[in-house]
């Protein structure tokens, strides 16, 4: 195995051999004398939303062990470089700035959060690194602030494996609507990027299907006591209550509304699909529901492998929502990483500010199948892979009860 040194004024690789580990202590490949790159992976790995944060640094980690031990760049090992914004937006541009910063970098996987994700975009941009997140669903990342009217990509070098909440809140929409029959709803969200964008569309799509939203608030992260918030909910004679944010608010919001006595279903995203919140919020969350990109993971043959491999790592964390997306996402970095050294007489190229033009190009064409179907990306960056599944808590696990696209018509 190497280590590869930078030469900081031109950019070029230099390599010395010596024994190495990569960071799940597993030996790699061995691809004889070569270089190492590195792939950064930001989410939050302690603290809030830190459950599916770890899934997405562990989904990673086992797409890089399967390269280095299949040999799938010859002459490469890759290596993970695992930071943690703490789901804090500067954080997250600090760890960016970090990643650039590291002349082995060809590229980063993350983060959860899409607050998080506008902080980084501009800094891996600067540098010309691709960026994917496995997570991140505001359509404005990809397809410009006006993106409803006016849709304008802005940054070519970010991408995402997850779909939009365009079409996440418009399918919660749908089956809120014609799925549960509920046609009164109170709409909450949580103020941030992600909670508020997707809070706003459901409200949206709801009411074009014949729903009433009959109520709206929000909520600041962080807060424990919704008595307020309760009261409002009884006092308008909602049938459900749909929620845009996180499952560590949410939780605690489905359970204080149970105790209250208010026995409607809290329908939330993707943020909420977590095993976190059935735990924290108890037998109140029965009946509960969430969105989440893709179809189930433990339905694909093709990631029944990586299911077995997480667990038996013993790895922290929920894989079910976005690790076997972080998967595939590492696996396009690692791909077009190939495709830059095939276009090179079998070598990558050693100045790395080449190689990472490069990348961000390859990761434009990737057209392979992955753990979650095929991987592709259209002129936004955005995953062509637009299905979405429904999943309700019964007796105390997630269980899907919809899997399809969105009819945004």
């Known amino acids: 195995m190497v280590i590869l040194t930078s030469v900081l004024t031109t950019g070029a690789?230099?390599?010395?051999?010596?024994?190495?580990?990569?960071?799940?202590?597993?030996?790699?490949?061995?691809?004889?004398?070569?270089?190492t790159l590195t792939i950064g992976v930001d989410a939050p790995l302690s603290g809030e939303n830190s459950t599916t944060g770890l899934g997405i640094q562990y989904g990673a980690q086992?797409?890089?062990?399967?390269?280095?031990?299949?040999?799938?760049?010859?002459?490469?090992?890759f290596k993970l470089k695992a930071?943690?914004?703490?789901?804090?937006?500067?954080?997250?541009?600090?760890?960016?700035?970090?990643?650039?910063g590291d002349k082995t970098a060809v590229g980063a996987v993350g983060p959860l959060n899409s607050g998080v994700a506008q902080t980084m975009q501009q800094v891996f941009a600067s540098a010309n690194m691709v960026q994917i997140s496995p997570a991140n669903t505001a359509p404005e990342l990809t397809q410009g602030k006006n993106w409803q009217t006016d849709k304008k990509r802005p940054f070519k070098t970010y991408f995402?494996?997850?779909?939009?909440?365009?079409?996440?809140?418009?399918?919660?929409?749908?089956?809120?609507?014609?799925?549960?029959?509920?046609?009164?709803?109170?709409?909450?969200?949580?103020?941030q990027t992600y909670g508020a964008g997707l809070a706003k569309i459901f409200n949206e799509q709801y009411k074009k299907l014949g729903g009433k939203v009959v109520?709206?608030?929000?909520?600041?992260?962080?807060?424990?006591?919704?008595?307020?918030?309760?009261?409002?909910?009884?006092?308008?004679?909602?049938?459900?209550?749909?929620?845009?944010?996180q499952y560590d608010e949410s939780a605690l919001i489905t359970k204080q509304l149970k105790d209250a006595g208010v026995k409607i279903p809290l329908f939330g995203g993707d943020g909420m699909f977590a095993s976190t919140y059935i735990e924290?919020?108890?037998?109140?969350?029965?009946?509960?529901?969430?969105?989440?990109?893709?179809?189930?993971?433990d339905t694909l043959p093709a990631a029944k492998t990586f299911i077995q491999t997480y667990k038996d790592k013993g790895y922290k964390g929920d894989y079910g929502a976005y690790g076997a997306?972080?998967?595939?996402?590492?696996?396009?970095?690692i791909k077009a990483v190939k495709a830059a050294a095939d276009a090179n007489g079998g070598k990558v190229p050693t100045d790395i500010n080449d190689l990472r033009s490069k990348v961000v190009d390859g990761v434009q064409k990737s057209d392979f199948e992955g753990l979650t179907g095929k991987i592709s990306f259209d002129e936004y960056g955005d995953t062509t892979n637009k299905q979405l599944t429904v999943y309700q808590v019964e007796k105390g696990a997630w269980n899907d009860v919809e899997t399809g696209t969105a009819d945004l018509q």
């Open 280 to 297: 924290a919020a108890g037998k109140s969350s029965e009946g509960d529901l969430a969105t989440a990109i893709g179809v189930p993971a």
């Open 325 to 333: 997306y972080a998967y595939d996402a590492t696996t396009a970095i």
């Open 62 to 77: 086992i797409a890089i062990d399967d390269a280095n031990k299949n040999n799938w760049v010859p002459g490469v090992k």
């Open 13 to 35: 690789l230099t390599l010395t051999a010596c024994g190495s580990r990569d960071d799940s202590g597993d030996k790699g490949g061995d691809n004889g004398s070569g270089t």
């Open 83 to 100: 930071l943690d914004d703490k789901a804090q937006p500067a954080t997250g541009q600090s760890n960016a700035t970090s990643i650039v």
């Open 160 to 191: 995402r494996t997850a779909t939009t909440d365009e079409l996440q809140g418009s399918f919660a929409a749908g089956y809120a609507y014609n799925g549960l029959k509920k046609k009164k709803a109170f709409v909450v969200d949580d103020k």
């Open 215 to 245: 109520g709206t608030d929000h909520v600041n992260t962080g807060d424990k006591d919704f008595g307020s918030l309760v009261t409002k909910i009884k006092n308008s004679g909602a049938d459900l209550l749909y929620y845009g944010g």
